[in-house]
């Protein structure tokens, strides 16, 4: 990648960010077009290709991207320490609204990405995506106070329950044309209140 990207402003960077995650979320790699990228960052394909030296450096850097913002954005919110599941599970909804804010097709790329098959990038995002592919990484209970729950009560089950579900969760809010952050936030906080009703002693 040029190192002139990085020389561009933060906004005209994140034109190109978007851009690219807007395009590549709504066809496979080999169907998006480069100069639909470039039209939809609102600079020239030449120049585009100033910055990437191709499709596919553009491709893996959006995906690098992604996860970088991702885990840095879950580890500024502080999900990744505590102990009251339901705090943990807002403020990781919390952080992924904000990114949505500032990069709302991240998500979807994200998706798209992982089940690319294309065998020009397959490889290339395999290397990446490896660390995330076991969906029991993702499931595993932090550090609870057993005795706030009711007796009885499988905790394994409930935060895979909790977890699965606000995953399937975000991601049909993703898949809304004009999505309201703020109303989503609210409703996934009245999604917790219940959980704490049925779940809590």
């Given at each position: ?6 020389a561009l ?8 960010i978007?851009a ?6 709504k066809n496979?790699?080999?169907k998006?077009?480069v100069n ?6 609102g600079?020239?394909k ?5 910055y ?8 893996i ?7 970088e913002?991702?885990r840095?954005t879950?580890?500024e ?5 505590g102990?009251?599941?339901?705090d943990?599970?807002?403020r ?10 500032k ?12 089940y690319?098959k294309?065998p020009?990038v ?7 995506v490896?660390?995330?592919t076991?969906?029991?990484t993702?499931l595993t209970?932090?550090p ?16 895979q329950?909790m ?17 309201d952050?703020?109303k989503?936030?609210a ?6 209140n219940?959980w ?5 002693k």
């Amino acid at each position: 990648m040029n190192e002139k990207f990085y020389a561009l402003s933060e906004e005209k960077q994140n034109a190109i960010i978007n851009a690219g995650f807007k395009v590549f979320a709504k066809n496979s790699y080999k169907k998006s077009p480069v100069n639909e990228i470039a039209i939809e960052a609102g600079i020239s394909k030449s120049l585009l290709f100033f910055y990437f030296k191709n499709k596919k450096e553009l491709y893996i850097f959006l995906l690098k991207k992604s996860e970088e913002l991702t885990r840095r954005t879950l580890m500024e919110s502080g999900v990744l320490n505590g102990t009251d599941i339901f705090d943990i599970m807002y403020r990781g909804l919390l952080a992924k609204a904000s990114m949505m804010k500032k990069y709302p097709d991240m998500g979807n790329f994200s998706i798209k990405a992982y089940y690319e098959k294309d065998p020009e990038v397959v490889n290339d995002v395999q290397k990446i995506v490896a660390p995330y592919t076991k969906i029991e990484t993702n499931l595993t209970l932090p550090p609870l106070d057993k005795s706030k729950f009711k007796d009885g009560l499988d905790l394994n089950m409930m935060y895979q329950d909790m977890y699965l579900a606000s995953e399937g969760y975000l991601w049909r809010m993703q898949q809304t044309d004009k999505l309201d952050i703020d109303k989503m936030v609210a409703d996934y906080k009245k999604i917790i209140n219940f959980w704490k009703s049925i779940y809590l002693k």
